[in-house]
């Protein structure tokens, strides 16, 4: 009997657990759908140059570290291959990164599509807000076939 009241209250807590992460993580979306989804538009339009200088101005000093200068230039040119950024067909915001940014320092991710001068490409990125600017932590660009 002792074990079945046992299981109810971890039950009762894992629930509890989850509601409010899921409202905690709406309150996040709803909050960064102001700064951080208009800061991804910025940052995409701004980096399809696909200019070095421009690049690591929104770079995380993070990412800037994991990158060696011969993955940048290699990442530069095949990115350079769809052109510039154009709009934002469809953006998703991360409930999950935005759970396990409880620990730690807030990271923001979306992930969707956008399009480009070569058409749709597929996005993932990571956003970590400093000194009220958005710096890019993590980027993945794939071309839609």
């Given at each position: 009997?002792?074990?079945?009241?046992?299981?109810?209250?971890?039950?009762?807590?894992?629930?509890?657990?989850?509601?409010?992460?899921?409202?905690?993580?709406?309150?996040?979306?709803?909050?960064?759908?102001?700064?951080?989804?208009?800061?991804?538009?910025?940052?995409?339009?701004?980096?399809?140059?696909?200019?070095?200088?421009?690049?690591?101005?929104?770079?995380?000093?993070?990412?800037?570290?994991?990158?060696t200068d011969?993955?940048?230039?290699?990442?530069?040119?095949?990115?350079?291959?769809?052109?510039?950024?154009?709009?934002?067909?469809?953006?998703?915001?991360?409930?999950?990164?935005?759970?396990?940014?409880?620990?730690?320092?807030?990271?923001?991710?979306?992930?969707?599509?956008?399009?480009?001068?070569?058409?749709?490409?597929?996005?993932?990125?990571?956003?970590?807000?400093?000194?009220?600017?958005?710096l890019v932590?993590?980027?993945?660009?794939?071309?839609?076939?």
């Open positions: 009997m002792m074990q079945v009241q046992t299981l109810r209250i971890v039950i009762a807590f894992l629930l509890t657990a989850v509601l409010m992460l899921y409202f905690y993580t709406d309150r996040e979306k709803d909050y960064y759908s102001k700064s951080a989804e208009p800061a991804v538009t910025q940052i995409l339009t701004e980096i399809s140059s696909w200019r070095k200088n421009i690049f690591l101005l929104h770079l995380a000093s993070e990412a800037k570290q994991t990158l011969e993955q940048l230039e290699g990442l530069l040119k095949l990115y350079g291959e769809f052109g510039r950024f154009r709009s934002i067909k469809e953006i998703n915001f991360s409930r999950t990164v935005s759970a396990f940014s409880l620990a730690g320092e807030k990271r923001i991710n979306y992930s969707g599509v956008a399009n480009f001068d070569v058409g749709e490409i597929s996005f993932n990125i990571t956003l970590i807000e400093r000194g009220g600017y958005y932590y993590n980027l993945t660009l794939a071309k839609l076939t």
